[in-house]
């Protein structure tokens, strides 16, 4: 039985198997917490197995997790099937909808894909079924995202990176399934790496909080909080949260979900991935690979000499990257007033939280 939490370490479901729930979320219902994401068991950077459908496992102190099986299953037989292996499949969101009693699953394909498919069911643990399929809201690129609602108005919202160009924010059409014509645009004018994507919203205080990343795959860089009074914004960047981060790369992680626990004050959970773990950022790494990327796009301002670019030969790429090696992170948020913090700790409890 575990009692804590050990961020970047193996985590093991009950039967003492390795939990597969990458770039995932959790959903908490009658005294459960679920948890669920991308299986990537099989995603080896040497097969073209990208994610082997959707897992979800069950806790009581999200300490110790149940594997329930395949919260969507992967279609084997059919590889134009967006639930086949080989597809792009990142990132699976739900929402319930109280007017529907639907749950809502939204899936995002990256790569030359760029779109989502959304899913229902009748209850949490499925059957989902297929409702829509390459949707791309406003004819636009689709990217990381997080879609969240508003308890009070039952109104939903999609936050996600447009073409790597700049994050929309739309609302949700009443049964999720759609968006309308409300939307705003945020952190427009920036380039790679320096471009946000995988948008984490959360609420506090009647204030709502963006955690992004900036644009490097795998490789990971550091985050950026902002905040807003209003859903549509505008958002003020408050900054990088993870404090006295010597890898300069949200200790090496990517942030995929922000939980609120339902039984506790004020304790926000930062989910995130160590995707690569046998490549570790370090600051200086990072300086270099910053530079080589803006290099890019504005070699006015930014250059890496050769010798400095050929030192991140090893870095792994997107297709190549062996993921089924890939840890979890998850640390608590600390607040001073309206500024929100992300600290490291090598173990730590629920329990000494209010």
């Avoid at 900036?214 to 949260?241: F, I, R």
């Avoid at 609120?260 to 995130?272: R, T, W």
């Avoid at 000499?305 to 030969?313: G, H, I």
Wanted: charged share 25%; with cysteine; net charge negative.
């Amino acid at each position: 039985m575990n009692n804590s939490i050990k961020p970047g370490e193996l985590w093991l479901d009950t039967d003492g198997k390795i939990i597969e729930a990458h770039g995932g979320a959790i959903f908490y219902e009658n005294g459960t917490f679920y948890w669920y994401g991308e299986n990537k068991e099989f995603t080896d950077g040497i097969s073209p197995v990208w994610t082997h459908g959707v897992m979800c496992y069950s806790s009581q102190d999200l300490y110790n997790w149940k594997n329930e099986g395949y919260l969507i299953e992967p279609v084997l037989d059919d590889e134009t099937s967006l639930l086949h292996p080989h597809q792009r499949l990142d990132r699976p969101h739900i929402l319930f909808n109280e007017k529907t009693n639907k749950y809502v699953c939204w899936l995002k394909y990256s790569g030359d894909a760029a779109c989502y498919a959304i899913l229902t069911a009748d209850k949490f643990l499925g059957p989902y079924i297929m409702v829509k399929e390459h949707f791309r809201p406003h004819e636009k690129k689709a990217g990381d995202f997080d879609i969240c609602k508003d308890d009070a108005t039952g109104k939903a919202y999609l936050y996600f990176d447009s073409d790597h160009e700049c994050t929309l924010c739309v609302e949700l059409t009443d049964d999720y399934c759609d968006v309308t014509d409300s939307i705003s645009k945020h952190f427009e004018g920036l380039h790679p790496p320096f471009v946000r994507e995988a948008a984490s919203h959360f609420i506090r205080n009647g204030l709502h909080y963006l955690i992004t990343s900036g644009l490097s795959g795998y490789v990971p860089n550091p985050s950026e909080v902002a905040v807003s009074k209003d859903w549509h914004g505008s958002y003020v960047v408050q900054g990088n949260p993870h404090v006295n981060d010597d890898s300069s790369a949200s200790f090496n992680s990517q942030i995929s979900f922000v939980f609120k626990h339902p039984h506790k004050k004020d304790l926000y959970i930062a989910l995130a991935d160590r995707w690569v773990p046998d490549y570790v950022m370090t600051a200086e790494k990072y300086d270099v690979l910053m530079r080589a990327i803006a290099s890019r796009f504005n070699p006015e301002k930014y250059s890496a000499t050769a010798e400095e670019k050929m030192s991140l030969r090893d870095a792994p790429l997107l297709a190549t990257a062996n993921t089924s090696k890939a840890r979890y992170v998850w640390l608590p948020l600390r607040f001073e007033g309206d500024k929100a913090y992300i600290d490291w700790h090598n173990e730590w409890r629920t329990e000494d939280y209010e």
